[in-house]
């Protein structure tokens, strides 16, 4: 992205809404059908003339989420300014905000597995009047070529939301996996992905790090370390690191990867994978993410976890 469309991103986001047909972007009827997707665990889905509407369950705290899929429309020739455009449509009602908690807003692109390109917004948001919460929205665009997918949602804070949560639950990377459109045939192959996979992710918590190198080949490498404390007298406590290595061969399938131990080849572990690059700062810098998604052999819930390449 350059600096002007980085501007214009700033720009637009604040400015008063505006339709879409002004825009010069004109909806096309009748393609809410084109959408194929799972439906998040105990959502409700709605359908309407014009969009699909998944409820979330009322959660513990009041949260009440929404993911809304909006028809297929005519794209420009730029999907950032598609995506400005829909944020501005869907949000008009809100003026942008900074976050309560200080969770960054941030906009990201990427290829899905299946070859077509995104580009999302998120942002905190507020009723212009009144006392209103702070609240979190987010806008994700598809090019199809000469259709242009639409997804909104809206929740409470990522740091404190149950639905799109960095701490709880967050049923957007399932949701995402599950997303096809008829009428596309993919044009990303393994052969790609893997390529664009080579290199070095990392992850350090102040308790916990991990790594992986892929290689285009078929071949990884990985280590994760977690430190735990260990109480060895009445006044003494003892830290311990405990660090895990392992090589192997992955193969991918779509979205899906099987991650084979070359000392456990009985017993191959499956996860599902995506890479994006995130920006802070309107677009002038980005950070490449690699995101994989596990089923934990200790509670057997599943967890997405973020990778960073590192600088």
Request: charged fraction near 15%.
């Amino acid at each position: 992205m350059n600096v002007i469309l980085g501007a214009l991103l700033l720009l637009t986001l604040t400015a008063t809404g505006q339709s879409p047909q002004a825009a010069g972007q004109s909806l096309q009827t009748g393609t809410l059908a084109d959408y194929v997707f799972t439906c998040p665990p105990g959502w409700t889905p709605t359908q309407y003339s014009d969009g699909i509407v998944l409820n979330a369950p009322v959660s513990n705290t009041g949260e009440k989420c929404v993911l809304t899929l909006w028809p297929m429309r005519t794209p420009s020739a730029n999907l950032a300014a598609d995506a400005v455009q829909a944020f501005r449509e869907v949000f008009k009602a809100f003026v942008p905000r900074n976050s309560e908690y200080a969770t960054r807003n941030s906009i990201i692109r990427g290829v899905s597995a299946q070859g077509w390109e995104y580009f999302m917004i998120k942002n905190a948001i507020q009723p212009p009047n009144g006392n209103y919460q702070i609240v979190w929205g987010f806008v994700f665009v598809a090019g199809l070529g000469n259709r242009l997918a639409m997804i909104s949602g809206i929740s409470k804070d990522p740091l404190v939301s149950s639905c799109f949560g960095l701490n709880l639950t967050d049923v957007w990377p399932k949701f995402f996996y599950s997303l096809q459109f008829k009428g596309w045939s993919p044009t990303s192959s393994a052969r790609q992905l893997m390529r664009r996979m080579a290199g070095v992710w990392t992850i350090a918590t102040a308790t916990a790090a991990d790594r992986w190198v892929f290689a285009p080949n078929g071949r990884y490498a990985s280590a994760a370390a977690a430190q735990r404390y260990v109480a060895t007298s009445y006044n003494e406590i003892l830290s311990v690191t405990d660090a895990y290595f392992g090589n192997g061969s992955y193969t991918l399938n779509g979205a899906s990867i099987l991650l084979t131990e070359d000392n456990d080849k009985s017993n191959p572990k499956k996860g599902l994978i995506r890479l994006e690059q995130e920006s802070y700062d309107n677009g002038n810098t980005w950070t490449d993410k690699l995101y994989l998604l596990r089923t934990s052999t200790v509670d057997g819930k599943e967890y997405e976890v973020a990778y960073s390449r590192p600088r």
